[in-house]
T-cell receptor, first 113, second 114 residues
Framework: DVKVTQSSRYLVKRTGEKVFLECVQDMDHENMFWYRQDPGLGLRLIYFSYDVKMKEKGDIPEGYSVSREKKERFSLILESASTNQTSMYLC????????????FGDGTRLSIL | AQSVTQLDSQVPVFEEAPVELRCNYSSSVSVYLFWYVQYPNQGLQLLLKYLSGSTLVKGINGFEAEFNKSQTSFHLRKPSVHISDTAEYFC????????????FGKGTMLLVSP
């Protein structure tokens, strides 16, 4: 089975901190994705990566950056956390072809105080 | 660009009753269609997908969905629900070409009561 592992299930940080969310997949997937999930808004794509060191902006990239130094690992960075970034963050991975499903981690519930 | 509309934010239903969760999409290009389920405190899990061929697709846990190209719909159905089906359900589309990103609907919460 594909395993997508997010480093933390729950995280509490303070406004202005730099926050790192880590995601690791074990299926040699080329693509990796970061979403945020908010009640009533569904999932919104923040950034994705289709190869090592490659990244593309999603629908809501403002306030975030990403890093993919190794194929299996994709990090989401909140440069200076703000309260409006309190949310559930979901990581996913998939093979390149768009008919391939994405596989999701269990999410990180991030609270910014 | 693509968009996905799930008209019902919540669908309450009694156990053993049938259910239909509605999904409509809009796209200027051909798309693949997916349904995902999210149980409480978990990530999303693939229920089923439509890639090509027969418009009726069967998924896990007794769910099925029918692709209707003329109505740009992909409604999810189950003839008899269980308490354990209580979860949030997301419809999503991915374009045939280009980056394999998913565009999600806002989700439908299925609430099954005894």
């Amino acid at each position: 089975d594909v395993k997508v592992t997010q480093s933390s299930r729950y995280l509490v940080k303070r406004t202005g901190e730099k926050v790192f969310l880590e995601c690791v997949q074990d299926m040699d997937h080329e693509n990796m994705f970061w979403y945020r999930q908010d009640p009533g808004l569904g999932l919104r794509l923040i950034y994705f990566s289709y190869d090592v060191k490659m990244k593309e902006k999603g629908d809501i990239p403002e306030g975030y950056s990403v890093s993919r130094e190794k194929k299996e690992r994709f990090s989401l960075i909140l440069e200076s956390a703000s309260t409006n970034q309190t949310s559930m963050y979901l990581c996913a991975s998939s093979f390149t072809k768009s008919n391939q499903p994405q596989h999701f981690g269990d999410g990180t519930r991030l609270s910014i105080l | 660009a693509q968009s996905v509309t799930q008209l019902d934010s919540q669908v309450p239903v009694f156990e053993e009753a049938p259910v239909e969760l509605r999904c409509n999409y809009s796209s200027s290009v051909s798309v693949y269609l997916f349904w995902y389920v999210q149980y409480p405190n978990q990530g999303l899990q693939l229920l089923l997908k439509y890639l090509s061929g027969s418009t009726l697709v069967k998924g896990i846990n007794g769910f099925e969905a029918e692709f209707n190209k003329s109505q740009t719909s992909f409604h999810l159905r189950k003839p008899s629900v269980h308490i354990s089906d209580t979860a949030e359900y997301f419809c999503a589309v991915s374009p045939f070409s280009g980056y394999s990103t998913l565009t999600f609907g806002k989700g439908t919460m299925l609430l099954v009561s005894p």
